[in-house]
């Protein structure tokens, strides 16, 4: 797969964001870059992807999160996959018995750009950075990660640091 097979619907919204707060005017490539990585580690291999990319406000996200999740709180990211884990699995092993899949849509990503930009100042991180960082959890979320338990909350981390430090996003 190439970066080019990938396809971002990207809130026009966060670019603006992000050349208000960065300088940096389009995310697109990094974000293209987040589900490249993301994806060879998994050694998931199809040839298009698309991924949904939305900015929306704390109460929406609040509104959001308790119709969906049960949680009455705003957060600063939400994940919707289109598929569970152990279905990624079967498409990784249809791969390797030759049945490439050729097209598959990972799912939706919300982000709070109040809540992160709120995380940013309290972790020291930058927004750029915070932003990067979100993005890259909920792509994990969309591979099937989760963070429920100690376990697996230290696996999904230390894939989302792999998939920084890939696209040189270290702080």
């Known amino acids: ?45 199809i040839e298009n992807v698309s991924v949904s990319i939305k900015t929306v406000s704390a109460e929406e996200i609040k509104d959001i999160n308790r119709e969906y999740r049960g949680i009455d709180r705003s957060t600063d990211v939400l994940s ?29 990503i919300l982000l709070c750009l109040d809540i992160i930009k709120q995380h940013s100042i309290e972790y020291g991180t930058g927004i750029e950075r915070e932003i990067l960082y979100m993005i890259t ?21 230390i894939l989302e640091e792999k998939i920084l430090s890939k696209i040189e996003v270290t702080e």
Do not use: W
């Open 80 to 108: 919707f996959p289109i598929f569970e884990k152990e279905e990624l699995d079967i498409l990784k092993n249809q791969d390797n018995k030759g049945k490439k899949l050729h097209e598959i849509e990972l799912g939706d």
């Open 1 to 45: 797969m190439h970066q080019s097979n990938i396809q971002i619907d990207l809130d026009e919204y966060l670019n603006k964001y992000m050349y208000k707060n960065t300088g940096k005017s389009d995310i697109t490539n990094n974000v293209k870059n987040i589900v490249y990585y993301a994806l060879q580690e998994e050694n998931i291999n």
């Open 137 to 157: 959890h909920g792509i994990c979320h969309l591979l099937g990660y989760d963070h429920i338990k100690e376990e697996d909350k230290k696996e999904m981390r």
